[in-house]
Structure formats: C-alpha cells, structure tokens
C-alpha cells in the first residue's frame, strides 16, 4: 500500500497515505501538524465522497494563499460559548477546514449537554464541501444543518448585478450500523463549469441555467457566462441564498454579500467568511435502534419508487457519494498525477 | 370600526374585529377559548400578510375536520424539555396552529436561557403558513428556522409516484425597529393553483413546473395536473423536501413520506404531522443597535441592485407582506362575503 499504485494519468493512494501526503504538503507553509491534520481529514473526506474538486485538490491554492499572507498559518482561535448552546468562533483568518472543524467539535460538544448547539463562525476561509463535516456529525449520532456564505457570483431576482453567493447549504441525518442521509447543496441550478462546458461544445444551453449580464434568462453560453448563474426556483433559491447568509454571515458578524472578498481577485486578503454548524444529539430523540428502523424504512419508501426509467433507480440524497467513500476506503482514492507530484513536491518543502 | 365596510363582494374588517370572529367560529366546534384564540392569532396575521390561502379562510375546513373528529377539539398537548435546549412535543391530534404556536412559545423560552432551542413536533395538523410564526419570533429578537411536512405531492426526483409532500421551509431574522427579513417556501415551483389556471385558459406551461405521470417534464397542463409537481431545481429541491421531512417528521417522530395522510382524501383521520422550531436568541450575539444596522446595510445591498426592469425593483424576501400587514393593520383586512357568511354562521352555533 506504501507504493501508489499508477494507472496512465492518475495515481491512486490508500486513504492513509492520501491524508499523511496532504498533512505534510499543508505543513509546507507552516501550518502546524495538529492543524494540518484537521484540514487534511475534510479534504480527503471529500476526496473519498469523489467531491474532487473540493478536495485535496485545493491544496495548491491554499498554500498560494498562506504564502502570500491570505490565509494565516497560525491562527488564534477564539472559541466563546456565550451561552449553555450557542458557540461564537473568530477563526483570525486561518484555513476553513481547520476552523470548520473546531466549530463543529464545539457544537457537539455543547449539544452532548444541551442536546441542540449551534456555532456561529466568522475570520474564515473556504471550508471544503458540507458533506465531510456533516458525515463526521452523523458518525457520533449528530443530525445536523451547516451552511457558509461565499464569494458572489448570483444576482439577485430581478437584479443585473452579482450581489450574493452561490452560499451551499448541508444536512445530514445519522442511520445508526447503515448508511447516513446527507444533502449537499448550493443554490445555483448548475456549476458555471457546466456553462463553460457547452460554451465549448458549441451547444445551447436551457434558458432556466443563467441569465446574461442585463439578467435575463439566455440560452446562449457565452452570453451567460458574462452573466449571472441562476438559483434554483428563480426567487426561491435567491431567497435560500440570501438567507444562508443572513445566519452564516450577518448573525456570525463576518462579512456579507458584496463584504465578501474574492479568493480568486484578490488571494492576498482576508476573506471573513461565515459559516454555521447547528447539531442535533439523536440520541435525545430516542434509541440507535428506533433511529435505525426508521431511517431504514424513509429511504426504502424512497427508493422503491417506480422509476421512470427502469436503468435509474431512485436514489436519497449522499448515497452514491456513500457508495464511493466504502469503495475507495477499499481500492483507494485516485488523484491526477500532475496533483500528485505537486503534492510531494510541497511535502517535501516542509521544514 | 364595528361595522364591517362592505366593497362590491368584499367584507373590509379591522384586525381586532377578524381576530374575535376568528375566535368564535373556532369556538363553534367545542375549541376552548384559549385555543381558539391563540389559532385566530396565526390564521390572522396570514391575511395580514395577504396569504389569504392560508388565513380565515381555512377555519371552515378545519371545523370540518374538528366535527368528523379528525382533529382533537380540545386535545391535552404533551411539552417535555428533553434537554436544556431540546423540546419534544406530542400534540395529541389538536389544531395545527394551537399546537405551533406552543411549541414556538416553549422553543422562545428554552432558548432565553440557552440561547438556541429547537422543538420537535409530533401529533399534528396542518398549522397555517410559517411567516406567522417566524414574525412572532422576530418580534421577540429570535431568528428562526421553522419547517413543516405534508401530505405527498411531489415524485422523487426519477420517479412517477407521489412519495413526498411540497414541505414548507421558513426562515426569519429580526431587524429591531424595522422590518424583518421573512422566507415562506414550499419546495415546488409552482403552486397546483397556477397549473390548473393555465389548464382553464389552454395554455402551454413551461417544462419546469411538472411532470405527467410517467414522471416526464411536460408542458401540457392536464398531464400536469394527472402527474406530479416538480421541485425547484430538481434534485436538490427532492433533497430539500426530503430532509425538512427528516427533521420535522422523521426525527419527531411523527409520520414521514407516505405515512402521512391526506387531508382532502380522509378529512377523518389523524394526519400526525411533524414540524420543527428551531430559534436563535439574537441578543446573545449582539447589541439591537448592531442588528439593526447590519440587518439594514444588507437590505439596501440587495434592493440598490441595479434592475433588470427599472419598474420592478428588487425586493427581499417578506417585503411584500410586511407592506401589507403595516397597510392592513391601517386600512382593514378584506375577506370575501362568502366567508364573511360562512364564519358569522359558525360563530352564532357556538355553544
């Protein structure tokens, strides 16, 4: 297992050595270990889940940002339980998925006395895909909602100017000896890499995908790519979008809207992005076996549905990502090999 | 002011006046004051905000449902602290309102001292629109996160059968000495109503509103109409419905998916509706003076984007129902003859 295994153009590593490799590349900047292990463990969740592009395939852009003072390597975490469950977090700046982390622990752990918690995160940084920190919630009998705002790249209903994030939203619910239930979302129709796709494929795009730059709804890739992505149900999913950062960003007391500032223009500066982690304690609600019974029968109801098309199966939120994390746990977990080099090239920097 | 104005086919009533004819017409049914008021106040502040489909207008129904004995007149509602901020309730088949109103109240007070609570809802009914509540709990400074399950009408995303309900989701935050910030969905497109108005015209609909009942986009409305409502945004808003079920059926242990029963096909039956309260006590995080101007800076972000239409400025969500609860407040609340008739009818029955 110690030598990765190389098919053409990817290299695949067991889990362990996937987190030891991105432990020790995020180590590169200065991170420390404890820290660098936190991170490491969401960006390899993600990974596992094949969520590949929020995985360790951020690391790169991290260290960018570490190195040029975006992101700080040390920061001082301020953790203030201001009361029995409601947590606040100044992350001062440090990587996402380290404060992310942090906040969640906090939150269980106030909820394992209240039974309901729930952080409130400012001074943070990009946090790697919901689904991670929610499997981990589900993995010690936390239901959970986590959500962050984010960079703005949707206008809002009626608007021609990008004014709020594509601001993903999570849930996941434990299934106590099976699978959990984790929905994972953001709050546009499609990615813009889907845009881009057809804007090079030559094809027409559905008119309910983006809008162009006078925010109105187009057909035309290029056109939209000059635009603005649509959220889901037009003014519903604005309305969700706008909401995800009223609590994870206004009520943390980061930066909002058009307060958050762009990893992508400006790397250098501090983004202050919100975050929030509500957790449930199911235990509270009644025993692992109700918890499983239940869980058991909601998706079978679900997935015995008749199909529309007999090959497509039903299927619950989380559950091919779930499919993916047991066979990569297996088979290990396949990443581009020029990532790969890159990778060991920062590990191999570390002082 | 007790005198009704009457316009055309209108009935024009004050708040006060509506809130005590509310009152009585629930009282007809054997609904003990208290109650009965408590439910006037939620289906009130509906026609407030100009939800008239889901104000006044629905005590006939439910009073069928109190005389056929598919709600409990006077049921013994079961509230247990489980923990510090976790409440569990058993609402032993009584009127949704009266219900959601309790286990609001008793999530406010948890929540005082611990700043964040969340009450599980079991035993329930139809409980009228969330802006009521969530408004409430602004007014008290708590922020919320309110949802409800249903009876099925929508297919799971790939499937051509019914197996989940249009679930409600709100969300309000407070904006002391202004307006709150209010989000009222349900997870379809469209309402069923805006369907069958385009199958009276002969109108073509979009393909996103619904599928026939094979299950496939259509844009025949009659197909609609023998098919199912499509989520927004497809898949995620299946996911959404399906985990406001989780954590307001499900984990309240109430009925979930096609356990629920319906309403219009046995008036009968007890539906055991789940809901959930979660709230947020915003004085711990702040001063009323910060909220206020955060909570403002943020509106004028969204409503100074630049329009796609100059004559349709961009709005929050609530804003539209705020104006009318301030106008109706002033200037009365009108309510159709008809149902004018029908509640004076029933309050003059009452015992």
């Known amino acids: 297992v110690n030598q990765p295994r190389e098919h053409s153009s990817i290299v695949v590593l067991s889990e362990d050595d996937l987190l030891h490799l991105a432990r020790d590349a995020l180590q590169a900047e200065g991170v420390p270990e404890a820290d660098a292990i936190s991170a490491a463990r969401i960006l390899v969740l993600a990974d596992l889940f094949g969520v590949s592009t929020h995985g360790v395939d951020r690391i790169p852009a991290y260290s960018n940002r570490l190195r040029i ?16 469950s409601l947590i606040r977090i100044d992350g001062d700046n440090g990587l996402g998925p380290v404060i992310g982390l942090e906040a ?19 001074g943070s940084n990009h946090f790697g895909p919901i689904m991670p920190y929610a499997y981990l919630a589900c993995e010690r009998g936390f239901a959970s909602v986590i959500a962050s705002n984010a960079t703005t790249t949707i206008a809002p209903s009626g608007g021609r100017e990008s004014r709020l994030g594509n601001n993903p939203l999570g849930m996941g619910v434990p299934n106590p000896g099976g699978d959990p239930i984790i929905l994972d979302m953001a709050m546009s129709v499609v990615a813009r890499a889907k845009i881009r796709l057809a804007a090079q494929k030559g094809e027409a795009i559905p008119a309910t995908w983006a809008t162009d730059r006078d925010g109105r709804a187009t057909t035309d890739p290029n056109a939209a790519l000059s635009g603005f992505l649509s959220p889901i149900g037009g003014y519903k999913g604005y309305g969700l979008a706008l909401m995800v950062d009223l609590f994870a960003g206004l009520l943390s007391d980061a930066a909002y809207l058009t307060h958050v500032s762009s990893w992508a223009d400006a790397p250098e500066a501090p983004q202050n992005l919100g975050h929030f982690f509500l957790v449930i304690d199911t235990k509270r609600l009644g025993s692992t076996e109700w918890l499983h019974a239940a869980m058991s029968d909601f998706r079978s109801i679900l997935v015995e549905t ?10 619950v939120p989380g559950e091919t990502e779930m499919k993916g994390l047991h066979e990569r746990k297996r088979n290990g977990i396949g990443i581009p090999r020029e990532l790969h080099a890159v990778l060991v090239d920062l590990a191999d920097r570390r002082s």
Chains 1, 2 share one sequence.
């Not at 969640?104 to 400012?122: I, S």
């Not at 008749?306 to 497509?312: G, R």
């Open 69 to 84: 003072g975006g992101i700080n390597a040390t920061p001082s975490i301020d953790i203030k339980r201001v009361s029995p």
């Open 104 to 122: 969640l622990r906090a939150a269980m752990d106030a909820a394992t006395e209240t039974g309901v918690a729930m952080a409130f995160v400012r």
């Open 306 to 315: 008749p199909a529309t098309d007999p090959d497509q199966p039903v299927r």
